[in-house]
């Protein structure tokens, strides 16, 4: 099946820095979403690309839906400590009928630290 | 604008008991997907729920089964339960035009003993 697979695993960086975090996979996808889940809670929507190519920006947070539509990559700039948890990428691919249902496969997710 | 909610928080269950897990998509929502995650993983697609029918699922046995309300509301329930079946159950809602952009619930964290 298929499978993203995330680097790096974790992250310790200093408040101001940048981080930067990537995504693979050996299939294709029509979509890429980003998502950062804090403990004991459910993940959260940061960024959704749709088009290959595409350059997406949050805040600090700016996405990249790679050519070749295998990859993704996080940018997040001048980190703060309220960053801190992990990201998730996951990926989605229209059924091959053109319906569109719904199951998004996820990354294994990249654990930042941000130290103060 | 409510979020996707959750019941209950936290559950304990015995080996071989049955299990039934709630959720309420957000407002305006009409797609319900759950999620398992274990600890340190990502999350893994169970099913999906639209128009009260499951219409996609992913590689999770029969134990597995779901229902979905006519105010989109959802169920999960898992019979026969093991000890692997511990983690976090994540519920997601979504448009159904727009199936990709899922909006996750605080999840139900169910421990196996």
């Known amino acids: 099946g298929q499978q993203l697979n995330q680097s790096p695993q974790s992250m310790f960086i200093q408040e101001g820095e940048d981080v930067s975090m990537n995504c693979t996979s050996s299939?294709?996808?029509?979509?890429w979403l980003w998502y950062k889940q804090d403990p004991g809670e459910g993940p959260v929507l940061l960024i959704a690309l749709y088009k290959a190519g595409e350059l997406t920006s949050n805040g600090r947070l700016t996405a990249q839906f790679g050519i070749t539509r295998k990859d993704s990559f996080l940018n997040i700039s001048a980190s703060i400590p309220s960053d801190v948890g992990i990201y998730f990428c996951?990926?989605?691919?229209?059924?091959?009928?053109?319906?569109?249902?719904?199951?998004?496969?996820f990354g294994q997710g990249t654990i930042l630290t941000v130290h103060p | 604008d409510a979020g996707v909610t959750q019941s209950p928080t936290h559950l304990i269950k015995t080996r071989g008991q049955q299990v039934t897990l709630r959720c309420s998509p957000k407002s305006g929502h009409d797609t319900v997907s759950w999620y398992q995650q274990a600890l340190g993983q990502g999350p893994q697609f169970i099913f999906q729920?639209?128009?009260?029918?499951?219409?996609q699922r992913g590689n999770f046995p029969d134990r597995f089964s779901g229902h979905q309300f006519p105010n989109y509301s959802s169920e999960l329930n898992v019979n026969a339960l093991l000890l692997g079946d511990s983690a976090l159950y994540l519920c997601?809602?979504?448009?159904?035009?727009?199936?990709?952009?899922?909006?996750f619930g605080p999840g139900t964290r169910l421990t196996v003993t």
């Open positions: 729920y639209y128009e009260e029918e499951e219409r």
């Open positions: 997601a809602s979504s448009l159904q035009g727009f199936p990709y952009e899922q909006y």
């Open positions: 299939s294709i996808f029509n979509t």
């Open positions: 996951a990926g989605f691919i229209a059924n091959a009928g053109g319906t569109s249902y719904g199951k998004l496969t």
